[in-house]
């Protein structure tokens, strides 16, 4: 079995609470869903925010979700000029026999601008 990302980053409409949660809870679950990932098989989850984004820790919404075993961490995204405003990243480390050609990473809104080579695992 091997460890495996799946990355996924969306755009968050403000810096509040409720709207960080609900936009990291959107996207887990499009991870989760498309791959078919079980709790029991991540290893590991990180989060990154814009610098514009400091309302919430999003790493609560997993544990919303019942991820009380998984390690979880969040930080900050560098702050390149002109880049993505609002935007949450995830990295979900997964323990798979899947291989890596097979497993889609979501981006959703405006962060399909990050990865226009993923659009066809977009929304």
């Known amino acids: ?5 799946i990355r996924g980053a969306s755009v968050v409409d403000s810096n509040t ?3 960080i ?3 990291t809870t959107t996207l887990l679950i499009e991870m989760i869903q498309r791959n078919g990932v079980e709790f029991q098989d991540i290893a590991s989850i990180f ?13 609560i919404a997993a544990r919303q979700m019942g991820m009380t075993d998984v390690p979880l961490l969040c930080m900050n995204e560098i702050q390149v000029p002109g880049g993505l ?11 798979t026999e899947r291989a890596a050609s ?8 405006e962060a399909v601008s990050l ?8 929304c």
């Not at 989060?47 to 790493?59: G, H, I, K, R, V």
């Not at 097979?102 to 809104?109: R, T, V």
Request: contains cysteine.
């Open 17 to 19: 609470k409720e709207a």
């Open 1 to 5: 079995m091997s460890v495996r990302g």
């Open 102 to 109: 097979d497993i889609s990473h979501p981006y959703l809104k």
């Open 21 to 23: 949660l609900a936009e």
């Open 47 to 59: 989060f990154s925010l814009t610098d514009d984004l400091n309302a919430e820790f999003p790493a």
């Open 85 to 95: 405003s609002r935007c949450i990243r995830i990295l979900i480390h997964w323990n």
């Open 115 to 122: 990865r226009p080579d993923r659009a066809s695992d977009s």
